[in-house]
C-alpha cells in the first residue's frame, strides 16, 4: 500500500493551500483516511479523518471550520482543503490510511499505511 502525498509549500497567513493523497494501485475505497501533521518538537497529530465511504468526518478541535477533509474513491485520491492558515499549523503533514472497521476511523491507533509526508510552512 503506498500513499503519496502533495500539495505542501510556503504560502502566508490566512492564505489556503490543498493536500492531496494519492493510492495507486490499491482499494482505496476500503479504507479510512486520514491526515495528521507534526511540528518540530511536538507530537504527531491527528487533524482531520474521513470514513472508507465519505459519509463520516472527524476535526481536530484546532482546525474545525477551516480545513475540509474529503476524498474521491474513484480517483483514489484523498484531499485536506486549508483555508485561514496560521503559522501554528506549519507542520509536516501524513495522510495515513487503515482497513475499515479495523477501529473507529477518528482513532488515531490502527493507521499503519503512510505517505512519506508534505511540509506546510506558514509565515506570519
Known amino acids: 500500500v503506498q500513499l503519496v502525498e502533495s500539495g505542501g509549500g510556503l504560502v502566508q497567513s490566512g492564505d489556503s493551500l490543498t493536500l492531496s493523497c494519492a493510492a495507486p494501485?490499491?482499494?482505496?475505497?476500503?479504507?479510512?483516511l486520514g491526515w495528521f501533521r507534526q511540528a518540530p518538537g511536538r507530537e504527531r497529530e491527528l487533524v482531520a479523518a474521513?470514513?472508507?465511504?465519505?459519509?463520516?468526518?472527524y476535526y481536530a478541535d484546532s482546525v474545525k471550520g477551516r480545513f475540509t477533509i474529503s476524498r474521491d474513491n474513484a480517483k483514489n485520491t484523498g484531499f485536506l482543503q486549508m483555508n485561514s492558515l496560521k503559522p501554528e499549523d506549519t507542520a509536516v503533514y501524513y495522510c495515513?490510511?487503515?482497513?475499515?472497521?479495523?477501529?473507529?476511523?477518528?482513532?488515531?491507533?490502527?493507521?499503519?499505511?503512510w505517505g512519506q509526508g508534505t511540509l506546510v510552512t506558514v509565515s506570519s
Open positions: 474521513v470514513s472508507w465511504s465519505g459519509g463520516s468526518t
Open positions: 494501485g490499491f482499494t482505496f475505497g476500503v479504507y479510512d
Open positions: 495515513a490510511a487503515k482497513r475499515r472497521f479495523s477501529t473507529n476511523f477518528a482513532a488515531i491507533d490502527g493507521y499503519n499505511y
